[in-house]
């Protein structure tokens, strides 16, 4: 799992049918490594919120045993982080 920021939703009047009721947020890795990219909301997630994401085929299981086509979902609300000095 990857730990990401969410930037804001995306509002798709033309999906495919199986994203019927499904938000779609975009997503900022923290990590810096990759670009901003687009997921599905399985735990309610809003702007601005730290939160945990999958990606590639594990991404639809969050949503068993509905089948929704996705390649990334957000997971987890994440409350806080802490870094551990060594």
Do not use: H, W
Not at 20 to 31: H, K, N, W
Not at 73 to 83: F, L, P
């Amino acid at each position: 799992m990857n730990v990401g920021r969410v930037l804001g939703n995306l509002v798709a009047t033309i999906k495919d049918p199986n994203l019927t009721g499904q938000r779609i947020l975009a997503v900022e890795p923290l990590d810096g490594r990759e670009p901003a990219f687009f997921a599905l909301d399985s735990v309610g997630a809003g702007a601005g919120e730290t939160v945990l994401y999958t990606t590639g085929r594990e991404a639809s299981y969050a949503f068993l045993p509905d089948f929704v086509p996705c390649n990334a979902a957000i997971v987890g609300i994440v409350d806080e982080i802490r870094e551990e000095k060594k």
